[in-house]
């Protein structure tokens, strides 16, 4: 009752939630309460969350935030919300987020911009959330969900927890089913948790990660107790700091950040060394073409016919068209244009070839760096959360937002960002730690000493 009266007072200007679900929480709620008087409850009995409206949701409309999608009800639930409904947790509703997926800003969204709790310190001005899981963040900051789920394509749970001054993790690519997930680049959509600290992303993601047969790229490994982890200390951990994270250009109060980091982690034991990862400035033009080529083939199937919107029309190609054009908002239909285009005889060698041969070279620079190194710390992004006006007309300046967090995408180990400080304007700025394959629990482990 507490969060669903604060959605009702706060999230008309916030705009995290594109639905939320009162009636089914209020049952799920009670049903947990008599669970608990049984002593019965699930590890996440009677906790309210956020869902990113990604996931399908069995009866509840799921839209990626996309017009073409304003009607859908999925007749099945997602395997991650499946896991978590399990544990006995209560859906508040469904969270705002670029459409399909497709953004750093939450800007994109059909259902509307969501606006950051957080402001610059004097000022009313309204800043973005970070996305695309910009709603599940927001929501978390400001009290509207004790966590959230979250997906990360090329840094989407990780950037919009760092604009919002909250911790979050996307495991390794495997780690969580995408099985009823809505796929944006399906070899690097990894669901994620987001919440207010490590201990409770280490414990939603035991619930939400695990073995699905119905996902062939999800791994059947043992989920550990990551919350375990928390408290094992960094003594005698190798801490690598990639050169290639440091541009010139970088901003000093986010250089200042991540020394403070570095400054941390030695004081707790552990030993900060330089590392390299000498192709970390392929990571954005590559990210750029395979998550693109592997979002127009994903979408390809909306197409007004199976379901979803349609607007009908007098033959068959119309149909797809006005369909088309009427369901999708500008950045999907960029990077349809674009995904079509680096896929297309004569341009497939040129381009999605040689991106995925750079993709290999990218993950062997992580495979060696972590033949020396246990765990890697850099910045999460390179700015602050900025306003909604601020937002640069040129896409390519707004996809340079994600310059550290697509590399360990691409590579699909394991990253988190957890809240570090904050600037000169009073806003919050994340830490990133990336880990070894499977081992998030070294990730929990080095990110508590820095909370
Ligand atoms: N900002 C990146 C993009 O626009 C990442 C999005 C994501 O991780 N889903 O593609």
């Not at 040129?350 to 765990?375: M, P, S």
């Not at 394991?414 to 570090?420: F, H, K, N, Q």
């Not at 304007?425 to 990730?443: H, K, M, N």
Request: proline letters at 6%.
């Amino acid at each position: 009752d507490h969060h669903l009266s604060a959605i009702e007072k706060l999230d008309g200007e916030i705009n995290s939630y594109i639905v939320t679900t009162p009636e089914k929480a209020r049952e799920a709620a009670q049903a947990a309460d008599a669970k608990l008087a049984k002593g019965e409850g699930g590890a996440l009995c009677g906790i309210p969350l956020g869902i990113k409206d990604l996931f399908c949701t069995d009866g509840v409309q799921t839209t990626a935030a996309s017009n073409i999608l304003r009607q859908f009800v999925p007749p099945y639930e997602s395997t991650v919300t499946h896991n978590l409904l399990r544990d006995d947790a209560v859906f508040l509703g469904k969270t705002n987020l670029d459409e399909f997926a497709m953004g750093s800003t939450n800007m994109t969204s059909a259902f509307g911009a969501v606006t950051n709790p957080w402001q610059r310190d004097g000022s009313s001005t309204k800043l973005v959330p970070g996305g695309s899981s910009g709603g599940s963040a927001a929501a978390v900051a400001a009290g509207l969900a004790l966590g959230a789920t979250g997906t990360d394509t090329g840094g989407s749970i990780r950037q919009p927890a760092a604009f919002c001054g909250i911790a979050g993790v996307k495991p390794t690519y495997g780690r969580c089913s995408r099985f009823g997930t809505i796929a944006f680049a399906s070899s690097l959509d990894q669901a994620g948790p987001m919440a207010r600290n490590l201990e409770d992303c280490a414990i939603l993601l035991g619930s939400m990660a695990g073995f699905d047969p119905k996902d062939s790229t999800c791994v059947d490994r043992p989920v550990p107790r990551y919350e375990d982890a928390l408290n094992r200390g960094v003594k005698g951990m190798r801490v690598g700091i990639p050169k290639e994270y440091r541009p010139d250009n970088l901003p000093a109060e986010i250089a200042a950040l991540w020394d403070q980091g570095i400054a941390w982690l030695r004081e707790a034991g552990a030993e900060p060394v330089e590392t390299s990862l000498p192709h970390t400035k392929y990571g954005l033009p590559t990210y750029y073409i395979v998550a693109l080529a592997e979002a127009s083939s994903n979408l390809a199937r909306y197409d007004g016919v199976r379901f979803g919107e349609r607007v009908p029309a007098d033959s068959l190609d119309a149909l797809y068209e006005a369909t088309r054009h009427a369901g999708f908002g500008e950045e999907v239909r960029r990077r349809i244009l674009m995904g079509t285009y680096v896929l297309s005889s004569g341009y497939y060698d040129a381009y999605y070839l040689r991106a995925q041969k750079v993709r290999t070279l990218i993950q062997r620079d992580f495979l060696n760096a972590f033949e020396n190194v246990d765990v890697i710390l850099t910045p999460t992004a390179p700015s602050a959360a900025f306003a909604h006006n601020e937002r640069p007309t040129d896409p390519v300046q707004v996809y340079l937002n994600d310059v550290f967090t697509v590399p360990a995408s691409m590579a699909g180990v394991p990253a988190l960002s957890l809240p570090a400080g904050l600037d000169h304007a009073g806003l919050p700025l994340g830490l990133q730690l990336i880990g070894r394959y499977f081992d998030e629990e070294t990730l929990f482990a080095a990110g508590h000493v820095m909370e």
